[in-house]
């Protein structure tokens, strides 16, 4: 059976979160509000996708949990170690081949020369991409150039991963093949997720739980957990969030 809740507030959890957000509202300058009073908690090892329309302000919650902006009230609370983040552009250095745009995100946390050659082949393949660590990005595919990206976000070693609709640009055979590798990576990890994305079904099929944001400003309109819905289900389950959020869409458009 599938939970879905409509207030703003998650489960208690047993443990201290991975990421809590407590009561957050951004606004940029004297504009519109952004975000308003969003509170969630995400567990250690838990896997969250955050879902809403463009403009929703998915990508700038995910932003104030990297703290690359501050929220205009409430509070966020990270691991210390911080958090890594993969955004849509692979942004990989185009001069470097893939090992050693890896190997940068080593050298950035202090892994020693000696090591980070080693250590940047290792992840490549935890990726399935260690036979193209000598390819510069212009060699590989949008998808391989993502497979990098990811390689060289679990490089930075964060017990947080932030991730901003990075496979939204990809075909739909590559997306389904990353959705597959994330996947395998996540569970071999334990790393916290936060996944951004406007794909109902993609959230479907990554996501332990998936959190609704409504538009205008953005607040959290619904959850659901996926971890009870059989692989037979996930369509209807699929059917019963795109149906909220389209009712958030027809909601806004007045």
Partial sequence: MTTVRTDSRPPVTATAPAVRIDGVSKRFGAGPVVLDDITLD??????????????????????LVAGLDRPTAGRIETPAEGSAVMFQESALMPWLTARRNVELALRLRGV????????????????????????????????????????????????????????AALDAITRDLLHEELERVWRASGRTIVFVTHNVREAVRLGER????????????????????EAKDAGVLAAEITDEL?????RNAR
């Fill in 42 to 63: 995400v567990a250690a090892g838990e896997f969250v996708c955050l879902l809403g329309a463009s403009g929703c302000g998915k990508s700038t919650l995910l932003n």
């Fill in 112 to 167: 020693s020369r000696a090591r980070r050659r080693d250590e940047a082949l290792a992840l490549l393949d935890t990726v399935n991409l260690a036979d193209a660590a000598d390819k510069r990005p212009h060699e590989l595919s949008g998808g391989m150039r993502q497979r990098v990206a990811l390689a060289r976000a679990l490089a930075q070693d964060r017990p947080v991963l932030l991730m901003d609709e990075p496979f």
């Fill in 210 to 229: 998936i959190v609704l944001l409504g538009s205008r400003p953005g607040r959290v309109v619904g959850e659901w957990r996926t971890a009870d819905v």
């Fill in 246 to 250: 389209r009712k958030e869409i027809r």
